[in-house]
């Protein structure tokens, strides 16, 4: 019995027409990311696990794609470890690598072992694929794609305000328009723990918190006692639901709240300094965001998160923030670093549901070459060489199969143009050709269909 074809869950085949789409995208955001001065690099799609495990927390480990050890290191698996419930332990002996979780972790392990073939501050940008072994949905994979763009080396509001304008440029070039950026600050949250007397609590206030578009203030309220909170602090809380306005108003109000939290203001005060360089800057829609959190084990300083227009019922399509010392754990201390990331997958989702793409990445080819016989073929190949040396995509149907045939397959490609050299072409010296969109048809000499074509 024939094996089924398949590919694993979470996982995706791209066709033409979609790879098409893709490169589109990701030629968008590298023009973006090299007018900034970012550079590229590429990391390994496998990293030692010791790497990766324990920067992202416990979901990150859970949802990390484990590779299994071969040859004789089979042997070496704690058997011990398993029997005892250790698992852990004993995923350790079987597995000394794993598929990179995210590109910022791989950059900071590269950082150090290159810090001295690299300038600093240095700006690199990375598009590459990562993996996570998450429950496939709409707009989530267990294989996606990432576009980040980061700078390590360097402190200043200046570049996180280039970094809002990044995404604002980025999206002008793809005509999405619509997106908001959403801000917060790693030490807002902290002063907000601060200020509920619960400190060691801050990953627990932010899980609820988060959750607060979902179930509302009461629901937030809930988990929160469920975890320990009492009545006072959450009736401290309760003003924080309210704040209105501008990025700036809202500022205002929150530090006449958090007036007694030092972390608090350090982190009002960064929002204002890096606002300051966007009033040179175009960003189209930015909005404080108290709920946002993003993965708090390597963020230390501003958060960014992008939601896409509200037409479109989809994820965030970009994130970001500053991770100082993230270098820290592979020996390297003191590194400042700061980047953002679009998620291609979910922005090509958004840019198809909102018709963005442009027509032209339908055509695969300039012109289809009908197929009258291998002697009119080889008039053709010194002619069909030098269009090709002047960028024209040519293709050439390889068989003399039945007109039809030849013309449904070009008409299938969506080819705009489709040339005809048969008898009477080859003894006039010419060439016919087809318009596919205006049906209309022309002859033309062979050295002149450069120019027909180009124009």
Same mark, same amino acid.
């Given at each position: ?5 398949? =590919? $694993? ?23 973006? &990311? ?9 990391? #390994? ?95 989530? &994979? ?31 070039? !793809? ?43 009461? /629901?937030?309220?809930?988990? !929160? ?34 007036? +007694? ?39 230390? /300083? =501003? ?7 509200? +037409? ?44 963005? &793409? $442009? ?53 299938? =490609?969506?080819? #705009? ?14 060439? +016919? ?23």
């Amino acid at each position: 019995m024939a094996q089924k074809a398949s =590919i $694993p869950k979470g996982t995706r085949d791209f066709l033409p027409a979609e790879v098409a789409k893709r490169s589109y995208v990701t030629d968008v955001i590298r023009t973006q &990311f090299e007018r900034y001065g970012f550079l590229p690099i590429q990391t #390994p799609a496998m990293e030692k696990s010791s790497t990766l495990k324990g920067k992202y927390g416990d979901e990150g480990d859970r949802l990390m794609f484990n590779i299994l050890n071969s040859g004789e290191k089979v042997k070496k698996a704690d058997l011990d470890a398993l029997e005892d419930g250790a698992l852990g332990q004993f995923t350790s002996s079987i597995s000394e690598k794993a598929l990179r979780y995210d590109l910022t972790v791989p950059f900071a392990r590269f950082v150090v072992q290159h810090q001295n073939e690299i300038n600093f501050p240095f700006k690199r940008y990375q598009i590459q694929s990562v993996w996570r072994a998450d429950r496939p949905q709409r707009g989530r &994979f267990q294989e996606f794609t990432q576009c980040d763009a980061d700078v390590v080396g360097a402190v200043s509001p200046l570049l996180e305000a280039e970094c809002m304008q990044l995404f604002d440029d980025v999206f002008d070039a !793809l005509s999405l328009k619509g997106a908001t950026i959403r801000i917060n600050h790693r030490a807002i949250l902290a002063g907000i723990a601060n200020y509920l007397d619960a400190p060691d609590r801050i990953v627990a206030f932010t899980v609820a918190l988060d959750k607060l578009d979902k179930i509302g203030p009461e /629901g937030v309220f809930n988990e !929160l006692r469920h975890n320990g909170f009492d009545d006072a602090a959450l009736k401290r809380l309760s003003p924080l639901f309210d704040l209105t306005g501008d990025v700036v108003s809202q500022l205002n109000q929150l530090e006449e709240i958090l007036i +007694s939290q030092p972390d608090a203001l350090e982190g009002i005060a960064h929002l204002r300094q890096t606002l300051g360089f966007l009033s040179s800057f175009k960003v189209s829609q930015l909005s404080f965001d108290l709920t946002l959190a993003r993965g708090l084990h390597y963020y230390t /300083g =501003i958060i960014f998160e992008v939601a896409p227009p509200e +037409s479109v019922a989809m994820g965030s399509i970009g994130a970001g923030g500053r991770y100082d010392d993230l270098t820290a754990v592979f020996g390297l201390k003191d590194v400042h670093g700061l980047g953002i990331s679009f998620g291609l997958d979910r922005l090509c989702i958004v840019l198809e549901e909102l018709n963005l &793409f $442009p027509a032209t990445l339908k055509q695969a080819v300039d012109v289809v070459v009908l197929h009258f016989g291998d002697a009119y073929m080889h008039d053709l190949v010194p002619f069909l060489a030098k269009w090709r040396n002047m960028g024209i995509r040519i293709n050439c149907y390889p068989t003399a199969h039945k007109l039809k045939k030849q013309m449904q397959f070009a008409n299938q =490609i969506q080819a #705009p143009w489709v040339m005809f050299y048969g008898n009477d072409e080859q003894q006039k010296g010419v060439v +016919s050709l087809k318009n596919m969109g205006e049906g209309t048809n022309s002859e033309i000499k062979l050295e002149d269909f450069s120019k027909k074509c180009i124009n």
